[in-house]
C-alpha cells in the first residue's frame, strides 16, 4: 500500500531547506552508538566493579560464562533485575551479559575476541585501578572514531571523531550551546569534519525560521517513512529516519559529551565560559595530529583503541597502514604527516609511495616463497591479527614451531627489532604450546648498522635477520 501523499510545506520551497531535506530522508547514516547501561559519570564507579567481576572470566569462552557472569553481578548487587533470578530464562542471561559487552567494547575496556575469548585491554586495566575513571574515558573520547569494527555496521559513510566534531562545533555557539534537538536534526548526520561549516549553517538558519515553521518541519521529516534501498522499511517505533536517530540519541549524547569541558544548561549541551581555552587548545592540537584510520580487523582497532599508549596521531595511522602494506592509504597519510612537520628529513611523497611499493612486494614475494629463508617453513597468515598489531608474516616450520617474520619496511631498527620481540612474546603466550619455542625473523633489503647492533644484544638463537635481494637472493646475517 502506497503511503499517503504528503502536503508541501512553505520552507521546503526555499533550496537550502529542500536540500537538506532530501539529505536527512534519504541518507540512513547517522553518529549510531549501541544501546545498553548508559555511558555517562554517575555509572562510571558501576562500571568499574562489573568489569572487576568480568575480569575473573579473562581468557575464558564467553558464550559458555554469560550465565555465570550475570549471576555474578547479580549476586553483588551490581544489577537490576525485573524479576526473581530462577525465573531469568538462558536468553535473558545472554541479554543482561550483551549488555555489558557493549559498554565495555564501546570504552575500549574489553573485548571478545572472533573465537569467543573473553580479554581485558590495556585500558581496561588501568581503568580498574583508576581513581578518577572519567579520566581515562576522556582519553578513550579522544580516540573514539565513527566508523570502528567494533559497531559491526557496514558499509558506513561517516569518517569523524564524534567528541572532537562536537568540541569544536560548540566553540562556534559559546554562548548558546547546541540542544539535543539540533544534535538529532544535524550533528548526528555529520559525516567528516569537512561538514562542519554545512552543519554550522544549518543549526543558525533553523534557528532563525519562525517557530511553527520549526515545528511542522520536524512533523513532515517524522512523518517521512523509513526508506532503504527506494523501499519503505518502516517499522512501529522506527517509522522515520528522524525517529531512529531520536531513539539511539540519548546513548550517543552520554557517551560523546562525557567531558570535564563539556556540561548541559537547560538542555543545551554547552562549554562553560571558563573550559573555552581548555577546549579551543583541545581542538587545535586535534586539527594538528588526529587521524582517522580504517582498520581492516577488530583485533587491529581494539590494539589501538585498547592501548593506553596510542593516541590517534596521523603518525600512529601512518604506522598501521605501513604494517598493512595499504599503499595508497599510507601515502595519503605519509603527505599529511609530512604537510604537518611531523616527520624528520622526509621524503617526497611520490618516492615514499614507490618506497612502499618495494616493500608490498617484498611481502608478497615471501608470502609465496617462504622456502627461500628455510626449508619446510608454512604459512599461518599474512598481517595476521593480533591484540599489539598485525604480524607481517606468521608461519610454522617443520617442528611446528610458530615463526614470526617482520619486514624492516624503513623502520627504524629499535623499532622494528622490538615489535618482533613483542610479537614473539605474544604468540608464546596466547598460541605456542607451553612446550615448543618462538622464533622470530626481520627480513630488509638493507641492513643497517644499527639492526645489526640490536641483534649483537641477544644471545637468541631463536632470532634471525635476513637480506633479501629482488632476484631471489635471501641471505642470512650473522651479528
Known sequence: MSPKPLSPIA???????????ERYVNDPFY????????????N????????ALLKQFEEKNWSRVQTDYTRLLAKKNLISLRKKLSQYSQSDYSALARMNKVIFTTLGLAWVDPESNISLTPVGKVFLQARSPQKIVQQQLLKYQLPNPALHVEDRDIHLFPHLFLVELLLCFPETGISQEEFILFVSRAKSISELPWIRECIENFRRLPRSTRQE????????????????????????????????????LNFFTLSDCMEWEDNYLKIPREKW??????????????????????????????????????????????KTSNVVQAGQAYAVAR????????????????????????????????????????????????????????????????????????????????????????????????????RGAIVAREIDRKLKYAF????????????????????????
Open 339 to 438: 604537510q604537518r612537520g611531523l616527520i624528520k628529513e622526509p621524503l617526497e611523497v611520490q618516492d615514499y609511495v614507490s618506497l612502499r611499493i618495494k616493500e608490498r612486494m617484498l611481502e608478497d614475494f615471501l608470502e609465496l616463497n617462504l622456502h627461500l629463508l628455510e626449508d619446510g617453513l608454512s604459512l599461518v597468515g599474512r598481517q595476521y591479527p593480533t591484540l599489539i598489531g598485525p604480524i607481517d608474516l606468521l608461519a610454522r616450520d617443520r617442528s611446528k614451531r610458530y615463526m614470526v617474520i617482520e619486514l624492516k619496511k624503513g623502520k627504524a631498527a629499535d623499532k622494528v627489532f622490538g615489535q618482533m620481540q613483542r610479537y614473539c612474546g605474544f604468540i608464546k603466550k596466547e598460541l605456542s604450546p607451553p612446550d615448543r619455542d618462538v
Open 11 to 21: 520552507v521546503l520551497k526555499e533550496p537550502f531547506w529542500k536540500e537538506y531535506f
Open 277 to 322: 581555552g581548555q577546549a579551543a587548545d583541545l581542538a587545535r592540537t586535534h586539527s594538528l595530529k588526529a587521524y582517522w584510520v580504517e582498520y581492516s580487523h577488530l583485533k587491529d582497532w581494539f590494539s589501538f583503541y585498547g592501548d593506553n599508549q596510542r593516541t590517534g596521531s596521523v603518525l600512529d595511522a601512518l604506522d598501521y597502514y605501513e
Open 217 to 252: 518541519l520536524i512533523s513532515l521529516l517524522d512523518r517521512t517513512p523509513l526508506i532503504q534501498d527506494g523501499k519503505i522499511t518502516a517499522q512501529s517505533r522506527r517509522s522515520s529516519m528522524l525517529n531512529t536517530v531520536r531513539l539511539d540519541a540519548s546513548y550517543a
Open 456 to 479: 649483537h644484544a641477544t644471545s637468541s638463537k631463536l632470532l634471525q635477520l635476513f637480506r633479501f635481494e629482488f632476484q631471489g637472493k635471501v641471505e642470512e646475517i650473522s651479528c
Open 31 to 42: 553518529w549510531y552508538q549501541p544501546k545498553g547501561f548508559a555511558i555517562k559519570e554517575e
Open 44 to 51: 562510571l564507579a558501576l562500571i568499574q566493579k562489573r568489569l
